[in-house]
């Protein structure tokens, strides 16, 4: 039987010491590969969790994501050193896309582009090269930096950290594969009701199409972020899915035609877009999302463990050819994030693990 790698997301809504006691919990039943965190601006400050999980847990963490819009690109590279240094030889994971489109309070531009710019100035940092920030156009008129001034780490990371892109449009998919060390995907952008389609196939050649640029035949690791919600009571379990899922529903490529096209009902798939495109957010949104929308997406895999089950085994058979090395539990996890961890590690990833034959394709 194949070994499957699988990683955890814990989404910031407690506070710190609360964060490391889940990451303790969820580490002490099974050996996760990656803990990841969100870089949510109204919650805890990411790098000071992420720096206390490495202080207090074995875990090799990593930020899922970061975004290139809210801190200067030196001030991003010096935290992510920060943490790499206090890793050590575990090292850290910068994941990096362009962040949600419901929120973060930042008018973002040119979103390709900004991200395959922090992409080269990080990697330029790490390495320990001085760059003139005038190299790097969009994030010097971005954060008005002086164009002209000289930057780089007075002590670089002795180990480089690895960077994967997460992405979901074909643009970003591209930029994955041609600048990344690693891909993030997610099932809020690749929900179940799209694999089936074909969507998944079409965004892995994309992925493909940017790796041939770079003639790059190296390692390059591909995670799958699959956002589960379980509970005993699955009904507890599937309202508290509705916030997520009403900003995944909110995301471009789930827009009100692709809803539509699914065979979702028109008007909440309507309303759910007109909500977005007035401004509101994940409060005023959830009370949109029908269990009918979220269980014939996919979007959220949400009930009682054994739904969960069936719906993340049939996700994880359709995703089988594009053969991704980690399989992450991702936020919300749970309306009781303790019953939720325990329920994951002791019952989830058990059964997961024992179907593994059925998700990796040797070939």
Request: charged share 25%; hydrophobic share 45%; proline share 6%.
């Amino acid at each position: 039987m194949a070994e499957m790698r699988f990683g955890i997301q814990l989404f910031p809504w407690c506070t710190a010491p609360e964060m490391v006691g889940y990451a303790k919990r969820a580490l002490s039943q099974h050996p996760f590969d990656k803990v990841w965190v969100p870089d949510h601006l109204s919650y805890e400050n990411v790098f000071v969790t992420l720096a206390s999980l490495i202080m207090e847990t074995s875990a090799h963490v990593g930020t899922s994501v970061a975004q290139p819009f809210s801190r200067t690109p030196v001030d991003l590279a010096s935290s992510f050193a920060a943490l790499s240094h206090l890793a050590g030889e575990r090292g850290i994971t910068v994941g990096i896309g362009s962040g949600a489109v419901t929120s973060d309070m930042i008018r973002k531009r040119r979103r390709v582009t900004m991200v395959r710019e922090m992409v080269l100035f990080l990697r330029e940092l790490f390495a320990g090269r001085k760059v003139i920030l005038g190299e790097f156009p969009n994030l010097t008129d971005f954060f008005r930096l002086d164009a002209t001034a000289e930057t780089l780490l007075r002590v670089p990371p002795a180990q480089p950290p690895e960077i994967f892109v997460a992405a979901a449009g074909p643009q970003m998919l591209r930029l994955a594969g041609e600048l990344g060390d690693g891909l993030i995907l997610s099932n809020f952008s690749f929900p179940t009701a799209l694999i089936r389609q074909g969507v998944l196939d079409g965004a892995m050649a994309k992925v493909e199409e940017g790796r041939r640029s770079q003639g790059d035949g190296g390692r390059f690791t591909k995670v799958l972020h699959l956002h589960v919600s379980v509970a005993r009571d699955g009904r507890r379990a599937k309202n508290f899915s509705k916030r997520l899922a009403s900003i995944a529903l909110a995301r471009s490529n789930l827009g009100r035609k692709k809803l539509i096209q699914l065979g979702l009902p028109a008007e909440e798939a309507t309303a759910i877009e007109n909500a977005y495109h007035q401004g509101m957010g994940a409060d005023d949104m959830e009370p949109m999302v029908s269990d009918q929308l979220i269980e014939e997406s996919g979007i959220i895999a949400a009930g009682t463990p054994e739904e969960c089950i069936a719906q993340l085994d049939e996700l994880l058979r359709l995703a089988k050819p594009h053969r991704f090395d980690i399989v992450d539990m991702a936020t919300p996890l749970g309306p009781d994030l303790d019953e939720a961890i325990d329920i994951l590690c002791q019952e989830i990833l058990p059964e997961l693990q024992r179907r593994s034959d059925s998700y990796q394709d040797k070939g």
